[in-house]
């Protein structure tokens, strides 16, 4: 897939992964549609015709990310809740496994993406890995789903931590995923329980995440919820940041 290098123009905005991928058989055209089902279902085979299952990762793995994750799922005051976890547009990665694996409580993960492709991928390689968890009672799933219709799988307030790492990016970087990612990021707000986290992984700069999550957020009721930006480092020249959207405390 990565051939020779071609002399192209970065485009605004792509990570170092997407200017691999631009680099390869896949065209210009397809990165437009990254919110499209097609689009994932073509770039998971090509990945798949390499042969040996290698985890993808669109940008950096759950080591760089477990101190933004992990201490979400402590809750002290009830130590064997079990908690309900969603790797958003889990793709091939790691992170969701990763989290069912560490996580000293117990974990109720699912790894949801619109591809039949990579979520099939994903149950082939659970079973031939049989990853035993940190706690004997978490468990770990995959879920093929368009994430625009959260609500068709999960109950209003139900789940405990969401993360997003480059699905939001890619959906908001293709020709017409501007909506998607608005109604994702709804959805998400509406199946979280109250003051529980989406957090999304992103190398957006925050003069524009955090407007956009701003004017997504400041809807009446349901729809209200905290943002935070932290940093979480630079790799391969770019910056990366978590952006912790929070939903608020049920008055
Ligand atoms: C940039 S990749 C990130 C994959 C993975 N999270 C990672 O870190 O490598 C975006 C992922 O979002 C998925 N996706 C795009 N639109 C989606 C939707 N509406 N619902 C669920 N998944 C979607 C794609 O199939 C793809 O796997």
């Known amino acids: 897939m990565f ?14 992964a997407a200017c691999r991928w631009h680099r390869s058989s896949l065209t210009a055209e397809l990165i437009e549609n990254m919110d499209k089902k097609a689009t994932w279902d073509r770039f998971y085979q090509e990945n798949m015709s390499k042969g040996e299952f290698r985890n993808f990762e669109w940008f950096f793995g759950f080591q760089s990310v477990r101190d933004f994750v ?15 976890v969603l790797d958003l547009g889990c ?12 996580s000293p409580g117990p974990v109720e993960v699912t790894c949801a993406d619109i591809s039949p492709v990579a ?3 994903m149950q082939e390689q659970a079973k ?26 999960f109950l209003p307030r139900s789940l405990d931590l969401i993360v997003d790492k480059g699905t939001t990016d890619a959906l908001l970087r293709s020709k ?42 400041l809807g009446p ?18 910056c990366y940041f978590c952006y912790q959207i929070t939903t608020r405390a049920a008055a």
Request: contains cysteine; glycine residues 8%; hydrophobic residues 35%.
């Open 128 to 153: 031939r890995s049989s990853v035993q968890p940190q706690n004997p009672s978490s468990s770990l799933d995959f879920l093929e789903l368009d994430c625009t219709e959260l609500h068709r799988h």
């Open 91 to 102: 793709g091939t990665s790691a992170l969701g496994p990763c989290i069912f694996r560490h």
């Open 221 to 238: 009721g349901e729809l209200a919820a905290d943002v935070l930006v932290q940093e979480v480092g630079t790799l391969r020249g770019v």
């Open 176 to 217: 017409e995923g501007h909506v998607k990612a608005g109604q994702i990021l709804k959805q998400c707000l509406r199946v979280l329980k109250s003051s529980k986290s989406l957090v999304q992984f992103s190398d957006e700069d925050p003069d524009a995440r955090m407007t956009w999550l701003e004017e997504q957020t």
């Open 70 to 84: 992990l201490p979400l799922l402590q809750a002290p005051q009830s130590p064997h809740a079990v908690s309900r």
């Open 3 to 16: 051939g020779r290098p071609l002399l192209l123009k970065r485009p605004r905005g792509l990570t170092g």
């Open 119 to 121: 979520v099939q991928l």
